[in-house]
């Protein structure tokens, strides 16, 4: 089987001399710290090495509006060259990318494409927990392994761009370093992961989470943010009230847990949070959730989801494969809850559409 999302990969320098890692978003390390589950349904595996007209002829018959596609996450800064922009402005029919840094040296990138087409291209700054340096001095701070200069440029681009978000950042207790094997220090993912969600609530933008193996930390951090957000509402009467309020955009930033894969019961523990969990979203992609997960378990983690938080992504690193990608898990979600695919796009585009507008 070939995987989903393997590609060849440019090197990208940093020009911040962040990541002490191989530069690219790792996706050898995700077939490691995936939930491994069975393959159920790998369609997307033959379409990573497809060309922009293979996908042209893949999705042209799919009834779907494309304004109603918006893919919530995805990497193709991995693979795209400015010299591609026009080619994918006249091939791609997904409406938007939310484009995901992994690390600091994909910030330029990122910056690029969403000057070329601020409509269309998203960018969310970020440190992904694959991608910290390695901590040179144990008696150090954990969030010192990013150097000041790094979190400084950070938050410029972040209140540079008005629409951008916050990610890919997160916790992941699976992941090890490639030049040693060693699983990578918790400590650390947990203070770098802090410090950009702070960044994040601090600016007011969405963030894109991944979390893996760290369910009780990632509770534990939004009950914690949600304490600091507020007093806890006494009644059950007062959290209707308020959820009735908050139909439209909810204050503080929205908090997307990216190809989830926890527990029904986690979310539902992150989703009653009084001020937090009215602004958490949950995307589901082909390339995590639709390949790797038995039908059962993915239909028991969709169903816990309320419509108004659902998110489609692709999780891809080429542009060529957002749209079949988006496709694929549309359809995948759409069976799941028994929605015919238009619908199910068009729930998923006002879910996004609020996160942006929050
Ligand atoms: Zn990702």
Known sequence: MTDPVRTKRKAVPSPTGLEADPPRHDRDQADRTSNADANANDDAGADA???????????EDADVDWNDVIDTHCHITDTLDPSEFETMAEHLRTRQLWMMASHAGDWD??????????????????IHPWHLPALQDPAAPAAGAVSEAVWCDLEDR???????????????????????????????????WARQLRLAVRLGRPV????VAASGVLVDVLTALDAEAGPPLPSRRQRRRQQQQQRGPVP???????????????????LQLDHVGPRVYVGFSQAINGARTPAATLRQR?????????????????????????????????????????????????????????
């Open 49 to 59: 090495d497809a060309t922009a007209d293979v996908y042209a002829k893949k999705v």
């Open 109 to 126: 990138a990122l910056t690029r494409a969403a000057q070329h087409a601020p409509a269309k291209c998203i960018p969310f700054y970020g």
């Open 158 to 192: 972040v209140r540079r761009y008005a629409a951008a978000g916050i990610g890919e950042i997160g916790v992941d207790f699976k992941a090890t370093d490639p030049a040693t094997g060693a699983l990578r220090d918790r400590g650390m993912q947990e203070a770098v």
């Open 208 to 211: 894109s989470m991944h979390c």
């Open 252 to 270: 503080g930033p929205p908090i997307i847990l990216h190809s989830f894969g926890g527990s029904p019961e986690t979310l539902k523990r992150i």
């Open 302 to 358: 969709i169903a816990a989801v309320p419509d108004d938080r659902l998110l489609l992504e692709s999780d891809v690193p080429q542009w060529h494969a957002v749209d079949a990608a988006m496709l694929a898990i549309g359809r995948c979600v759409a069976a799941h809850r028994g929605w015919d695919l238009a619908s199910c796009f068009r729930i998923c585009a006002q879910n996004a559409r609020r996160v942006l507008a929050s």
